[in-house]
């Protein structure tokens, strides 16, 4: 647990930290970086022999090369499958096997790949061929035998996630069992193996199906962002688009793992009962003998300037949704605290205007939010509010209504009372961050691969005490404002949308 002391001074201290209680955390902080580039944060926190864990990749779907969109995730999926000696009831006959579906897989791409002239009986006999040779490689497999020993070995919180910008893999151990995790991390990423590729891959299309083809409100929110942004990544649904998808191979996972997954693109954090010196010692010898590699490719996509309101819709019978959007610039941007000081008292549960106002006073909407940062925050993104209209309410007089909200906060400076509770409310948010060991494993993570210090999510914090309301009212004005309006809805049957208006402007 994080000092009470502490917790106190960051909650209630108009200054972001005491010095000499921020001077006692950084010592319990170890950092060092590997030759091969691997960079590990170690955090001593004893009241509880448990460790947290977190890998964090600097790599996310944005990174998915063009026509293999849902590489990135499937990746994701891979790690968990276990190495050449674990997952496996005979490694050297599965990987025979592989090899197998490998070469069938490349004769049906061939027929395929000949178009109109391709012979759909040949076609048929290799997809069964494939079917063959993919249960044949999977009789091998161990299912699940990674999750089983980490369950064994009383982990908790095992799991992963792929975000647009980043992918993350993250766990709990006792401290006793330290170098079972450094033994299993490192192999799966010195010897990985993409048992089951093509089984993940169906379980990944289901998950898109229910994700975004069930779900309207996925479904529109996929709409909104191939609105909103025309050249950039951030357009792409993070699972991939289902034609790419459908025809991943295990060899598209292989080159993506390569490139990426480099030591010098990986930080891993370690919170909790830890010796830094004998993390160091075992980094050194099971992370050590990953080879170093060049980083990356940075991605040069730039989003051209939106010049116009964009608008669209999507037939539904489901409940009425609206999203409207306006372009803000990337998290590195001098005005980022603002931004989220700006959400915060917009929207920040029933003390938020949008709720006072759409919600609770006009009764317009069931719920009414805004979200500062969408759909990351790496690169210039959206500032969007969610609209939800009350039965017999529309989502016209929803927009009406949040236009004319905006367009009254921008004239008038926000009051010391309600800025001061968004900063308190932003600094909880992170509070109860810090406050376990995998929380803070994550920050510290996020905040070395983001801007190159973890440090800086002590700074970010203080960054919030100085925001003013000349600055609340500057950044909406600039932002919150046409052209750079999207508006994605989803329009019941005999609803028709009358023609959007310009917005609210400066």
Known sequence: MIAPRLCIALLLGPALLPAQDFKAFEKKVTE???????????????EAPVVSFHTYVNAGSVDDPSGKTGI???FEHMAFKGT?????????????????????????????????????NQVRLLELQLNSAIQAANSYVIPNEFF?????NGGAGLNADTSLDYTEYFYSLPSNRLELWFLLESQRFLH?????????????????????????????????LATAFEAHPYRVPGTGWPSDIMNLRSRDAKAFFDEYYVPANITIAIVGDVDPAEARRMAQQYFGPLPAKPLPPLLHTVEPPQTAEKTVALDSPSQPIAIVGYKRPDQYDKDDAVFDCLQLILSSGRTGLLYKDLVQEQKLAVQAQAVGTFPDGRYPNEFIFFLVPSVGRTVEENEKALDDLLAKFMATKVDDETLNRARTKARAGVIRRLADNAGLANLLTSYYANYGDWRKLFTSLDDLNKVTADD???VARKYLAAPTRT????????????????????
Do not use: C
């Open 32 to 46: 060092f970086t590997l030759p091969n580039g691997l960079h590990f944060i170690v955090a001593e926190r004893h």
């Open 72 to 74: 990135a995730h499937m």
């Open 84 to 120: 050449e000696t674990i997952g496996t009831q005979d490694w050297p006959a599965e990987k025979k096997a592989l090899d197998v579906v490998e070469e069938v897989y490349d004769r049906l791409d061939a027929e395929r790949n000949k178009g109109p002239k391709a012979d759909p």
């Open 148 to 152: 089983r020993i980490i369950e064994q």
């Open 192 to 224: 990985p193996v993409f048992r089951e590729f093509y089984k993940e891959r169906s379980v990944v299309m289901e998950e898109e199906r229910m994700r975004i083809e069930s779900n309207p409100q996925g479904k529109l929110i996929q709409q909104f």
């Open 472 to 474: 609340i009212q500057r």
């Open 487 to 506: 508006v994605a809805y989803i329009r019941t049957q005999a609803q028709v949308r009358v023609a959007p208006r310009p917005g609210v402007r400066k």
